[in-house]
């Protein structure tokens, strides 16, 4: 793997980074049972009358996290959330590999942002600089999901194919094949503070898949 790979792997750190969820906002309706037959004297429904929008239950070894965040964040959608987090995980990698700390700054959690900055300080340090291109995202998928303490965190699955090199400062190639694509499977668990008025999610760790 790249440079870029085995700095971030070492202790239990994987290679790409945090990001945040602007505002992954979906309309949330309660799971509802469906209501008991009318007796006979029970007036009908008219059409100017407003019927509820249901929506099925969540279902996989998630649900019930995801109906706890649901019911804590009204706005919460799973499908939203997993269209925000592709696009951005697109986003962050390329950001990492150009040494983008602004971009950085405030997606990420203390505990992540701390290590990923130290990386960009050492490359950089060397000399080396280091580009990296999604060729693209096998899959994007929940993983697990929880409510404690008010703090929604969500754990998502990527599977991606990715090229990165690194080059020392005359541009000879110091680790990495950019003409080589590998394989990246990687667990991102985001959170968030639904009891903030702040919507965004930051990352608060990464793991090998």
């Known amino acids: 793997m790249a440079e870029v790979l085995s700095i971030l792997f070492f202790g239990g750190i994987a290679v790409f ?3 945040r969820l602007f505002s992954v906002l979906g309309r949330h309706e309660g799971h509802m049972e469906p209501p008991p037959a009318r007796e006979p004297s029970s007036p009908e429904i008219g059409d ?15 649900a019930a996290g995801l109906e706890a965040i649901a019911a804590a964040d009204s706005r919460f959608d799973p499908t939203g959330f997993l269209d925000g987090a592709r696009s951005a995980y697109e986003m962050i990698v390329i ?4 040494g983008d700390r602004e971009t950085l700054k405030g997606l ?3 505990k992540v942002l701390t290590p990923y900055l130290a990386a960009i300080d050492a490359r950089e340090a060397r000399g ?3 580009r990296t291109e999604i060729d693209r995202i096998r899959s994007t998928e929940i993983a697990d999901a929880e409510l404690e303490n008010g ?3 969500v754990k998502v699955r990527f599977d991606a194919d990715i ?3 690194t080059v020392d400062g005359e541009g000879k190639r110091v680790s990495g094949d950019f003409a080589h694509v590998n394989s990246v499977k990687e667990y991102w668990t985001f959170q968030r ?10 990352l608060a760790s990464v793991s090998v898949a």
């Open 17 to 19: 980074f945090a990001f």
């Open 48 to 62: 100017h009358q407003e019927r509820p929008n249901l929506r099925p239950a969540y279902e996989g070894p998630a």
């Open 95 to 98: 950001a990492f590999a150009k």
């Open 108 to 110: 990420l959690a203390d």
């Open 128 to 130: 080396e600089t280091a």
């Open 151 to 153: 703090i929604a965190r």
């Open 163 to 165: 090229a990165t090199e």
């Open 193 to 202: 503070d639904t009891t903030s008025m702040d919507p965004n999610w930051v």
